[in-house]
């Protein structure tokens, strides 16, 4: 009989960390940066029916990048999360701190007990009354998560973009100025490299409008953008 | 929310199970105890509860301008007690749709917070509105649940309205204790004045209404409610308390504003100055 090898806990996390960074990189980038109204949330997706943007609950809505199976099981798991709590108590008591909180609970458990880990990074945002009550949290695959300030960059291009971001992000940008600096920003290549094209029709784009009563989340049509690009380039 | 939070603080398995977009159905595996059909009285007692009265439903329009109004009286009862006299009874249920509520206001009120969830949860799973036949059967399916109750003298009967988008029109549902639904043509209305109210509606209904016509002739209806029955609350001149009124088109649902349903008020109490009857 063959004595099993031993594998010490910091490999297998490693080699767990790895294998969920390697399974992010290969997915577009999606941003959520800070504008005057509100959020805006932009990812290049082709698909018109497979989100990775969506909305949770009034003021809060939700971004993921990497495996579509796994973050939409976590947006379902954060509706019905948000709808419980907001039936229960009230509907000002759903707070993105306390979906923060389970989703980090959940992606940790995942990430320690299963064999596999979760292939995911999400964001969860919310829109206060005014820019400075906005909350901005970003999860990884191993339930570490962050509260971020002015934007959030995930996905395997993140780097270029977050640069582009660093310099250029702006949070008292209106919608127009803030969804051509976004397409600008996810247009940038490594290495300071030719930008590439974007079309709208490739975009997934919405925002939580703090302007908008009860449900703020909204998306924007491949014809607004259009709009919205068009002006921008002429 | 600790009770959510299983072994380890993870979300427990039925967060995240895929194959139903129901509130309610997450709800009997998440917190059964939350749903109203699970909360029954002992056998044999009955409760004295405030009891909400008149709702009406008026279908106007074609083509463009179709659409639907509700309109209901703003008082609840308890035995000969007035127990609220600015009770709002006329809520929406969707961008697209309202519920009326006539019966045991508390279990109501619950239904609908429960209807008005479960409809939002839908969509936002979805990512698509559920059909206007879809949005009535699932009330069906909750007024089944109260029938126990309703046994018991604690019924609850909604009256359902909305637009439907893939026709085109307003359309009205009502229904009965058991759950049954029916749909209803040009107008209907329930609770303990409709049959006064539904009298003034066939009176006075004709095919060619629009919106404001028909906003008028529902108040006008709640009015010859009020008038012969003690439970329905006419418009309060004094208090300025007036009916709730909300109309859905293909544009939305809108309530509408308190002074222009004040103006629609003053107008009918100055002709019925003249003539009582209408």
Redesign the interface.
């Known amino acids: 009989m063959s004595t099993p090898f031993y594998v010490s806990p910091e490999q297998i996390m490693r080699d767990k960390s790895d294998y969920a960074r390697k399974g992010i990189a290969r997915g577009r980038s999606v941003l959520v940066m800070a504008y005057a109204d509100g959020i805006l949330f932009c990812g290049e997706n082709p698909s018109r029916?497979l989100?990775k943007i969506?909305?949770?609950y009034d003021r809060i809505a939700f971004a993921a990048v990497g495996k579509y199976n796994e973050f939409e099981?976590?947006r379902?798991?954060g509706?019905?999360?948000a709808?419980?709590?907001?039936?229960?108590y009230d509907r000002s008591d759903v707070t993105s701190r306390?979906l923060a909180n389970?989703y980090a609970?959940?992606l940790?458990?995942?990430f320690t007990?299963s064999g596999k880990p979760y292939e995911v990074e999400i964001t969860v945002a919310e829109v206060g009354d005014s820019p400075a009550d906005d909350q901005l949290y970003r999860l990884t695959y191993d339930g570490s998560v962050a509260e971020e300030h002015g934007f959030v960059v995930m996905g395997g291009n993140a780097d270029p973009i977050a640069g582009v971001l660093k310099n250029e992000h702006d949070p008292t940008l209106d919608l127009d100025g803030a969804v051509t600096l976004a397409v600008k920003a996810l247009a940038a290549t490594p290495d300071a490299g030719e930008p590439r094209q974007i079309l709208p029709t490739g975009l997934e784009a919405a925002v939580l409008d703090r302007t908008r009563a009860r449900r703020t989340f909204k998306r924007l049509t491949a014809d607004r953008l259009t709009t919205i690009l068009g002006a921008s380039a002429s | 929310?600790a009770e959510?939070?299983g072994?380890?603080?993870?979300?427990p398995a039925h967060?995240?199970?895929?194959g139903t977009s129901s509130?309610s159905d997450?709800?009997s595996a998440?917190?059964p105890d939350?749903l109203p059909s699970r909360r029954p009285l002992p056998a044999g007692a009955t409760v004295d509860a405030p009891h909400g009265t008149t709702i009406v439903a008026v279908t106007h329009g074609v083509g463009g301008s179709a659409g639907v109004i509700m309109a209901g009286d703003r008082r609840a009862t308890m035995g000969n007690i007035i127990a609220q006299r600015d009770i709002e009874k006329v809520f929406p249920a969707d961008e697209y749709s309202c519920v009326g509520i006539a019966g045991t206001a508390g279990l109501a009120i619950e239904m609908v917070?429960?209807f008005q969830?479960e409809l939002?949860?839908y969509e936002?799973?979805e990512?698509n509105v559920l059909s206007l036949e879809g949005k009535a059967n699932r009330l069906t399916a909750m007024i089944r649940g109260n029938l126990q109750m309703a046994m018991q003298g604690l019924a609850v009967v909604p009256l359902f309205a909305g637009y439907d988008l893939d026709r085109g029109l307003g359309r009205i549902f009502s229904y009965d204790v058991t759950g049954g639904r029916y749909e209803e043509h040009s107008f209907h209305s329930v609770g303990s004045g409709s049959m006064f109210a539904r009298g003034a509606l066939k009176k006075r209904y004709n095919d060619g209404l629009d919106e404001a016509a028909a906003v008028k002739l529902a108040v006008d209806a709640l009015y010859d409610a009020a008038d012969d029955d003690s439970a329905t609350g006419g418009p309060d001149l004094t208090r300025r308390i007036f009916p709730v009124v909300m109309t859905v088109t293909a544009d939305g649902l809108r309530r509408v504003p308190e002074d222009e349903v004040a103006a629609v008020v003053e107008a009918i109490v100055a002709e019925r100055m003249i003539r009582p009857g209408g």
């Open positions: 029916a989100h969506s909305e949770i099981n976590l379902l798991a509706v019905r999360y709808d419980l709590r907001g039936y229960q306390g389970a609970q959940t940790g458990t995942i007990e | 929310m959510d939070l072994l380890h603080g993870r979300l967060y995240t199970a895929a509130f997450f709800l998440a917190a939350l917070r429960l969830v939002e949860h936002k799973l990512g």
